[in-house]
């Protein structure tokens, strides 16, 4: 069921550079509808520049991709679209390297009002995948690579210093990828980009790598650890538990 609210909005976005230039004229209240359109209908365009110009705090995938009083359909319930996906993470590095006063800049735009970028929630039932859509494993990839970039590419000059973004995300990690995505935390610490994870899915990880990845998570953030496939033995869990046990919110080991 679609609404003529959505139909209108979506009809809107069938032009994206235009959409695009419009943006800083609309009113605050349909960016949400926007941003749940775009990432549907796949306008990776419109999509970049919606995260760019986001104009609230928080941008929540659970609250704008669940079923909603214009559209029936909860992206939550399906595997995200790679572009989709891809084109959010463009519009978070572009926020990031974005100056706080830009020159030609329209009075209306609202840039630097996104402090919380959540990506929690999305589907990963572990089943053979659509090629054209987005896993775990590739989301945990994607956001450690802009984690990683984001730290390289700073500079030190006076006054650039972008305004900080928290990302929330669901992680997922086994042997290949486990150095990876330690360097990512690493260089999210005092980064204008800082990586929380909310659930952390471990598989096949030795306990010493399992520790160290517990040490670099944010204490106030996980909200369940999943060990996979891991014999770690009551030996093991003496040696975890300790670690975990400053998690505030955790919900679930």
């Not at 991709?65 to 993470?89: D, F, G, K, N, Y």
């Not at 980064?191 to 160290?212: F, K």
């Not at 106030?220 to 400053?246: E, M, Q, T």
């Amino acid at each position: 069921m679609h609404t003529l609210v959505f139909l209108s909005t979506r009809q809107v976005l069938q032009c994206q550079s235009a959409a695009c230039h419009a943006l800083p004229l609309l009113p605050r209240e349909l960016f949400p509808l926007l941003f749940k359109v775009a990432f549907m209908d796949k306008k990776t365009v419109v999509l970049r520049e919606l995260v760019h110009t986001w104009p609230f705090p928080l941008l929540s995938f659970q609250q704008l991709l669940q079923e909603c009083a214009h559209c029936s359909r909860a992206l939550l319930q399906e595997r995200p679209s790679t572009e989709s996906m891809q084109a959010v993470i463009l519009g978070l590095t572009a926020r990031l390297h974005t100056p706080e006063t830009e020159p030609g800049t329209q009075p209306l735009c609202r840039k630097h009002t996104l402090r919380v970028l959540d990506m929690t929630g999305l589907l990963d039932d572990g089943v053979e995948q659509d090629p054209g859509t987005m896993s775990m494993w590739d989301c945990t990839a994607a956001v450690a690579r802009t984690c990683i970039e984001q730290q390289q590419g700073r500079t030190a000059e006076p006054g650039q210093a972008p305004v900080p973004v928290e990302v929330r995300v669901d992680l997922r990690v086994n042997r290949a990828s486990y150095a990876f995505l330690r360097e990512a935390l690493r260089s999210s610490v005092g980064s204008p980009l800082r990586l929380c994870c909310r659930d952390l899915r471990a598989e096949d990880l030795p306990m010493r790598n399992t520790v160290a990845l517990l040490q670099l998570l944010d204490a106030g953030c996980l909200r369940r650890v999943d060990l996979r496939f891991n014999n770690l033995g009551l030996r093991g869990l003496s040696v975890i538990i300790p670690h975990v046990a400053r998690f505030q919110h955790l919900a679930s080991l």
